[in-house]
């Protein structure tokens, strides 16, 4: 069952460059997430995997790029469901607005389970993208 999450949108007091170089490295990702459910971080400049909670392994592997505009992740072969990951960015004046859009294929029953909390996790990130650019 296709289901399709998005974060809030944030702005950052940053240049598109600046955010864009930042999230292309993926030893960065660590800083968006909440160090307390989080485990067993690994990560090298174009892929990245931890454990939420003592659970999942959540393996993220970056799959194309759009310079300024896009980094498009997907799930490695150990996620427990098939998804894709879009960080989007907008030019607003000097300053960056960046929303990240889950598309995953997660059927009915562990749909119910992981919808708020991805969606809390998305905008956790979204706002950390923002603090860490202030």
Same mark, same amino acid.
């Given at each position: 069952?296709?289901?399709?999450? @998005?974060?809030?949108?944030?702005?950052?007091?940053?240049?598109?460059?600046?955010?864009?170089? *930042?999230? +292309? $490295?993926? !030893?960065?990702?660590?800083?968006?997430?909440?160090?307390?459910?989080?485990?067993?971080?690994?990560?090298?400049?174009?892929?990245?995997?931890?454990?939420?909670?003592?659970?999942?392994?959540?393996?993220?592997?970056?799959?194309?790029?759009? @310079?300024?505009?896009?980094?498009?992740?997907?799930?490695?072969?150990?996620?427990?469901?098939? *998804?894709? +990951? $879009?960080? !989007?960015?907008?030019?607003?004046?000097?300053?960056?607005?960046?929303?990240?859009?889950?598309?995953?294929?997660?059927?009915?029953?562990?749909?119910?389970?992981?919808?708020?909390?991805?969606?809390?996790?998305?905008?956790?990130?979204?706002?950390?993208?923002?603090?860490?650019?202030?």
């Amino acid at each position: 069952m296709a289901t399709k999450i @998005e974060s809030q949108k944030v702005t950052v007091n940053a240049s598109i460059e600046t955010v864009y170089a *930042f999230l +292309l $490295d993926f !030893n960065n990702i660590e800083q968006l997430l909440p160090k307390d459910k989080i485990s067993e971080w690994k990560s090298d400049f174009d892929q990245c995997s931890f454990k939420v909670q003592n659970a999942a392994l959540i393996p993220l592997i970056k799959s194309s790029v759009k @310079e300024g505009e896009n980094i498009h992740i997907i799930s490695g072969d150990k996620a427990p469901f098939k *998804f894709t +990951l $879009d960080i !989007n960015f907008t030019k607003v004046n000097e300053q960056t607005e960046t929303v990240l859009e889950f598309n995953g294929e997660i059927n009915a029953f562990l749909k119910m389970m992981v919808v708020k909390p991805l969606t809390n996790l998305f905008d956790y990130m979204a706002n950390r993208i923002q603090q860490l650019h202030k």
